[in-house]
């Protein structure tokens, strides 16, 4: 049976557009080394296509710390492309893989004539459904990076060093089972004027304190007030921060968490429903970024 990469008898053609300016006139210390790449449509003229990417050199090189660089952007694209491979291999082969982490690595000799990266290794974590054969997915991420474009197209050695785990996502995300109060996340909820600018001088104040929403919206509210809720990692450093830039008064508390079996319609029903026979009342709900469902409830031991 021919693999994928063999059925695609077509050449791809891509093009990107990258954008700098500045001066190099002060000498190697001096000049920046923040530009812009951008994807073009590559049939029909220069059309901008996905969102660009600011980018910079690695700090080694006198770089932003904050801008991705080339060095990542390379590893990036072999874990990507192992990635879409191999979840392209299982479909086709109606092998259910329901989580893929990759944690990908390299490194890069400077020392080198001429300097190159010595090898990029790829280690994923891939999660399966009960009863899945490990030998199988194995032998899929082996034919996945055979068939890697990127891999393929690299002169340094790519590296595959996968791990394969059964995961029961329908029994791991029953209510009862992982319903908790988590003492790790607080939920931070603070009344807004109606006003344009308001939302951004939040989100200002809270990024300027080092803290990130992993999650959380804004509700509307009577006289002409909103309320924000944001999942934070640091509940009480958010508060000091926001009052002391005049939001206020500003609530924290530790939400409730779970995840919900996404592929069974009616999961939400069956949660809620519990709840409310157990009396505990939902007052706020949404989703952070790591797909799980954030509830702040009257009664979390209930809940639980």
Do not use: K
Request: aromatic share 6%.
């Amino acid at each position: 049976m021919p693999s994928y990469a063999e059925r695609m008898t077509h050449a791809h053609a891509y093009r990107t557009r990258l954008d700098w300016t500045g001066t190099t006139g002060a000498g190697y210390r001096g000049y920046s080394r923040a530009h812009r790449v951008e994807a073009l449509v590559a049939d029909d003229g220069p059309r901008t296509g996905p969102q660009p990417l600011d980018l910079s050199a690695d700090p080694a090189f006198r770089g932003d710390p904050e801008r991705l660089n080339p060095e990542q952007l390379l590893l990036a694209a072999a874990s990507s492309c192992q990635l879409l491979s191999f979840l392209a291999l299982a479909a086709r082969r109606h092998v259910d893989v329901v989580g893929y982490r990759d944690d990908a690595s390299g490194e890069l000799d400077v020392s080198a004539q001429p300097p190159a990266f010595t090898g990029i290794r790829l280690a994923p974590r891939i999660e399966v459904a009960p009863g899945t054969s490990r030998e199988e997915v194995l032998a899929l991420v082996a034919e996945a990076h055979h068939g890697c474009y990127i891999a393929n197209s690299l002169a340094v050695p790519v590296q595959v060093e996968a791990d394969v785990v059964e995961v029961d996502r329908a029994a791991a995300s029953g209510p009862a089972d992982v319903l908790r109060p988590d003492p790790a996340w607080s939920d931070v909820s603070v009344e807004l004027d109606d006003r344009p600018g308001e939302l951004g001088r939040f989100a200002a104040v809270l990024g300027a304190a080092g803290i990130s929403l992993e999650g959380g919206g804004v509700f509307g509210g009577a006289a002409g007030r909103s309320v924000a809720h944001f999942l934070v990692a640091d509940g009480p450093a958010a508060r000091e921060a926001l009052e002391r830039a005049g939001f206020g008064p500003v609530s924290v508390e530790h939400p409730v968490l779970t995840r919900l079996d996404q592929s069974r319609p009616g999961t939400l029903a069956e949660l809620t429903a519990r709840l409310g026979t157990e009396g505990a009342n939902i007052r706020t709900q949404y989703s952070d970024h790591d797909g799980r469902l954030v509830l702040l409830v009257d009664r979390p031991d209930s809940a639980r």
